[in-house]
Structures are given as structure tokens and as C-alpha cells.
């Protein structure tokens, strides 16, 4: 495993440049974005394939030798890279995208030995963006490019937990779930935001078992475990990546804040 913290600190840097010039693309579609649907039905826009070229372009001048693998090409995809790789997903939370509400973002994240190591995620129309590198902390912007500063999950509150949950996914398990923990207030968010909810310490659990995609989720734990929380799958395995020859799909798992 890569196991340089400035090196990953670094790249993340790198990553959070290269997200901000997609989310620039992205903003500029806001709005006025002609929808298309792909092979599996889901929506794309124009905006999804510049961020894409946008984010492939800045990749391969600022880190040339790591293989990159997007959503938007990942049907070439069909083996995991030998090595590190970085994970891209141009655009989460396309249909966020299209309903106007802000909650979509760029997610870029350092994939080392089935590990997201590094990580960011921005949300353009929110003005905000968050970096992690494992090892070397979590950081956030405030609203509208505010200074970066440092965040960590925090310890819940014993009388009940804070969770958020998908605002276009939710499922019985994902219900069953929450229903057997104490919870006392719920979110609902939609993109990769949910990860930076619980990095933040705005809230506790995030569960999930309802279909993801790696590009999906990499670059919200990286932010979220550099902060101090954990993704884990259902029976507590760790969450790994990698997964080509399941298409890179991913299956359930929860992702917390701070030790109960």
C-alpha cells in the first residue's frame, strides 16, 4: 500500500483542483442540461460528459501514471488495475442534477490495495468541498469557497443517534435497519453527501443496502475515514474495491461516525 501520507495528502490536494474545474463545467449546464439515458436507463447530460473530459485531462497532467477508471468509461474497465488507480465519478447525483436542488457532486478518491486512501468530494452548486487522506485528517470548506478547516466525526449522543439516508433510494432493509437502532432524528441527502454528513459530525449512520457503484462511494469514505468514522459491510467486513469482475458494483454497507 502506498503508505507515504504526504504523497496521498498531495494527490488529494491535486484532486480538489481538478474537481472544482469540473464543477465549473458542470455549473455552466445547470439548468438548462439536455437529458439522455444511458444503456441501463439511467439519465446523462451534457454536463456529466465534460466534467468527465474535464476531470480525465486534469488527471493526466497532474498524476500520469495512475490508472484512472470513471463511470463514464468504466465498460472498458473489465479488469481492477495492477496497483494504485484512482476512482472517478464526474457527476453523482444526476438526477439532483436535473431537479435543480443542489445535492449532486464530483467525487474523485486514490484507490491502494482495495483502499480508498485518498479522497474528495465537491458540491458545486452548494459551494462546498471535502478532502481526506488516510493518515493526514479531513478538511471542508464552509459555503461558498469559506477556508478549508478541519473536521472529525463525533462521539454519538447516548439518547438516540443521528442517521441520514438516501433521498431517491430507500428500501425495507435500509427501514429495518434504522428501526433497530436508537435513533432520534433522520436526514435525507442525496449523492455522496451522506458520507460528508457523518465525516462532518452532523450525523452518526449511514446505511445502505440498496445498489451502488464504487465511483459511487470511494470518495466519500475516504473523507469520511480520514475523519475517523468507518465503512463496513453488513456483517462487518471491510469494505472493499476493486470489484471489476462484478462490474464494479458494490454491495451493502453502513457507514458510521464515532464509536457507540
Known sequence: MMTDTSLRHRLAEHFAAIAQDAGSRIMSFYGAARVAAKDDGSPLTQADVAAHDAILAGLAAACPDLPVVSEEDAVRADAAPDGPFILVDPL??????????????VNIALI??????AGVVHAPALGRLWLGALGAGATASGPDGAPMRPIAVRR??????????????RDAQTEAFLGGLPVAGLRSVGSSLKFCLVAEGEADVYPRFGPTMEWDTAAGQAVLEAAGGR?????????RYGKAGAAWRNGGFVAWGGQR
Open 156 to 169: 454519538p449522543d447516548p439518547s438516540g443517534l443521528v442517521a441520514v439516508a438516501s433521498r431517491s433510494h
Open 92 to 105: 453523482d447525483g444526476t438526477r439532483e442534477f436535473i431537479s435543480g436542488n443542489g445535492e449532486f457532486t
Open 231 to 239: 465503512v463496513v459491510c453488513p456483517d462487518g467486513a471491510a469494505f
Open 112 to 117: 491502494d490495495d482495495g483502499v480508498p486512501v
